[in-house]
């Protein structure tokens, strides 16, 4: 650094200058940069505290207002559907054994109530950090302890092979052109959506469901995860159960090939 002669202050560097503006560019800069995060978080939060799971709710309550939706208008629905069925008989002409031949019909696709003694199954989770209650088995993975898609369709299997005449799971009837899907952690049936403890629900001979139920292998390998992590298994019978007739669209659709222009 220079000085000169008489004892004036010093001049600064060229060097010295030029690090003081690049210091002044350089404290700028951040301040404009987090200016700029700042307005970015603002504008995408729109209000919303975005480090929490606000929005979660909001979405499971959309899809239980929905789900309720749908339980109404399937009521609207059955009651619709049972003007119909009287009207028609008024109307149609019918001999007795005809009719007896309709109403057969309508039992066997399902639609009409059903009662007698039944079976229930009931399946659940299990609890979130369970650890393995036998020795020697491995920690489980996440997917060790919820209820999959196969695991209900084993149970719903094993009891139409035990013989069942109906089946009711959670609180729809099931015909033949039920799916039982999972999404994720939850159930889709016929339009509705379930969370677990699912019960399935079948009427017909109690002591060969209960054999069906034994035989399937599936089942035993889904006792295994039971019995190794605690997922739920609960199996009990009733004297007397009546499932509701199915209240759904009984129309099929199906996939349709696009028509090229």
Known sequence: MATDSGGSAPTPSP???SRTVALR???AGVFALAGL????SFDTAKGVDIRSDDPLP???DTIRTKNTRNGQLEN???GVRDDVDRLTRQGSGLSAAEQARVDALNRAAGTDPLTGP???VTLNDAPPNATPLVPGVPDPQPNDLVIHQQDLQAVVNALWQGGAQGI???DQRLISTSAVRCVGNTLILQGRVYSPPYRITAVGDQAKLRQAL???PAIQNYLQYVTAYGLGWKVAAAKKTTLPGYTGSTALTYAQPVSRP
């Open 15 to 17: 060097r010295a200058v």
């Open 25 to 27: 560019v350089l404290s």
């Open 37 to 40: 995060i700042f307005w970015m």
């Open 58 to 60: 909001k979405l499971s």
């Open 76 to 78: 609207q629905l059955t």
């Open 118 to 120: 039944s079976i229930e």
């Open 168 to 170: 009711r799971v959670m």
């Open 214 to 216: 034994n035989d399937s």
